[in-house]
């Protein structure tokens, strides 16, 4: 698993985020972790890392590296890097893993024990079960066991760590500290946790989570504020996970014949720079928008403007009017095409007064009402938690409220934005309209 060390600068908020974690420590119940452990494809891990390499040729070089909770024989996290050692000019790379007891109790896995751990002439059957499992390649200490002339992951040195191998105990904490990347597939259940573990201790990441995790509180002030960021996203939005456990998958999830899970909202989350991260937005003005779009929901129509935000709706990226000065709602999937230098986040549409004052809800609404499709009516307060706009004939369910003009449909949630002001002055052909 890949990980790159993030800058946590604000001590208040990580004891915010700490104490989020501790209202949500049932996360950490084997009951809900079990069936939570998904191996990344060697190939995605090889075309995300390539991204940072092409901006950065040496950013591995002469720097310790920790895959956290990875197994060698099945982390393509290990494979990938130890098959990478000598030509990225990795100082160490250490991989860690859980003991198999603890696997067990904390994912409902069963246990599995590597080939490097049986082969090895420290390998202990009892401690095996009760002790986590440290690998490690380090510049001019690792041997060349095979003689092949390069250090690989044939190379790989194996011990027994004291503890069970968890990232929190205070064993892989001290490795975590004396490396310069970490880089890893978490457990989607403990993300919260394992991001809050990486901050504080103010190192680079790369790691993978589920696209959600944008809107949570402790994460979406870093991307704000341009301290996390995404990396390159899965090949057409599609993120395949071998599993550990098979269980029941909706249909269309699991592929018996490539034993793949499918998910569409995963992706990766890093503070490592990428050249990609700064290609521009190229898009259509607003009024070719409604001429050409691709969108039914844009071509022929006005852009809508929120009820409770001073905002207009913009519900696909590439309907992102180009000119237009004013605040925008987006999704989240724009993140995958955000850059700092072209556009300024002012934050989201949570129904709080946070962040910029910009982006502060303009009402709150009064006695609000949710009519279902059904025909029955329930508290309306959700309304107050999304932007909301005005509809005549509402598709589903609806809103009402004393102070609103008409019906209200919610929209997800919607990051607002809008061009920087130095974009605005450097491109004024495109600008001098709006």
């Not at 025909?375 to 598709?395: F, H, I, Q, W």
Request: aromatic letters at 14%.
């Amino acid at each position: 698993m890949l990980i790159i060390h993030i800058k946590f600068l604000y001590t208040g908020r990580l004891k915010e985020m700490n104490t989020a974690m501790a209202k949500n420590s049932n996360l950490q119940s084997a009951k809900d972790t079990k069936n939570d452990e998904f191996y990344t494809q060697y190939s995605d891990v090889q075309v995300e890392i390539n991204a940072f390499l092409e901006y950065d040729a040496n950013i591995f070089r002469d720097k310790t590296i920790l895959l956290p909770c990875d197994d060698p024989e099945w982390s393509s996290f290990t494979k990938y890097f130890a098959a990478h050692f000598e030509e990225f000019g990795i100082k160490k790379l250490i991989s860690t893993s859980y003991a198999s007891d603890a696997k067990k109790e904390k994912y409902g896995l069963d246990p599995q024990i590597s080939i490097w751990e049986l082969n090895s002439p420290n390998y202990d059957e009892q401690k095996s079960k009760a002790h986590g499992k440290i690998f490690t390649l380090e510049r001019g200490k690792t041997a060349d066991k095979n003689n092949d002339k390069i250090i690989d992951i044939d190379d790989l040195d194996f011990e027994y760590l004291e503890g069970d191998g968890d990232f929190r105990s205070e064993e892989v904490i001290a490795l975590r500290d004396q490396c310069d990347f970490i880089i890893t597939n978490p457990p989607f259940s403990l993300f919260r946790e394992f991001m809050a573990w990486i901050m504080e201790a103010e190192k680079k990441f790369i790691i993978i989570g589920n696209m959600g995790a944008i809107t949570y509180k402790e994460i979406f002030p870093l991307i704000k504020e341009n301290k996390i960021w995404l990396g390159i996203p899965f090949k057409a939005g599609n993120a395949y996970f071998k599993v550990a456990n098979v269980r029941d998958y909706a249909n269309g999830v699991y592929d018996e014949s490539t034993g793949l899970v499918k998910f569409r909202n995963c992706c990766w989350f890093t503070n490592a720079e990428h050249g990609r991260r700064h290609e521009p937005l190229e898009s259509m003005s607003m009024a070719d928008q409604k001429r050409f779009s691709k969108h039914k929901e844009i071509r022929d129509h006005d852009y809508q403007k929120y009820d409770n935000y001073n905002a207009i709706e913009v519900p696909f990226t590439d309907s992102i009017p180009n000119g237009y000065t004013g605040i925008m709602g987006v999704p989240i999937s724009f993140l995958d095409r955000y850059n700092p230098q072209q556009f300024e986040i002012l934050g989201m549409t949570t129904g709080r007064s946070e962040f910029s004052e910009l982006a502060y809800p303009t009402k709150r609404y009064v006695n609000a009402i949710q009519h279902n499709s059904n025909g029955s009516v329930a508290n309306g307060s959700k309304a107050n938690t999304r932007a909301c706009l005005l509809v005549d004939e509402p598709s589903g369910t609806y809103y009402t409220a004393d102070n609103a003009d008409g019906k209200l449909e919610i929209v997800y949630a919607r990051i607002l934005i809008r061009f920087k002001q130095s974009w605005i002055d450097s491109h004024p052909e495109d600008f001098g309209g709006n």
